[in-house]
């Protein structure tokens, strides 16, 4: 039986075959708008962002988190982790509840094959990367 933190291959890829159903300008713009508005901090960090290099860095930045739940791999992470710990963009920890929280409401109104299944496996399919990026605040 595998441990309740090994991940199913097949719960990541649901995950990232949502995210290819999703992945748009206009998704990208929705997840900015709300993560913008769920948090005065967060959207001071954003203040002078080129928002068409930012969706494609998280295009990028989500499939490194799918990758991670798969290996485990702190290498995979560590320059993202590192540019968002205390010493760069000062990311809080508790800044990443609001990341997830506007990314999987994004995910539901994109995604014509959202539900429960879904969200649970978004949901774990980014969990461990998101720990490993809040680990490396150093704050």
């Not at 001071?44 to 499939?63: C, E, I, M, P, V």
């Not at 798969?70 to 609001?98: C, F, G, S, W």
Request: aromatic content about 10%.
């Amino acid at each position: 039986m595998a441990s309740p933190d090994v991940l199913s291959a097949e719960t990541i890829q649901l995950a990232e075959e949502s995210l290819r159903r999703c992945a748009s300008e206009q998704f990208f713009q929705a997840f900015y708008k709300r993560l913008l508005q769920s948090d005065a901090a967060t959207r001071a960090k954003f203040a002078h962002t080129d928002f068409d290099r930012q969706n494609k860095l998280l295009q990028h930045g989500l499939g490194l988190l799918f990758t991670f739940a798969k290996r485990r791999n702190p290498v995979l992470l560590e320059r993202i982790a590192a540019r968002h710990n205390k010493q760069d963009l000062d990311v809080a920890p508790a800044q990443y509840a609001h990341f997830e929280e506007s990314l999987l409401r994004t995910v539901r109104e994109f995604d014509p094959e959202w539900g429960p299944a879904l969200e649970d496996a978004w949901h774990r399919a980014i969990a461990p990367g998101i720990a490993f990026m809040a680990a490396q605040h150093g704050g």
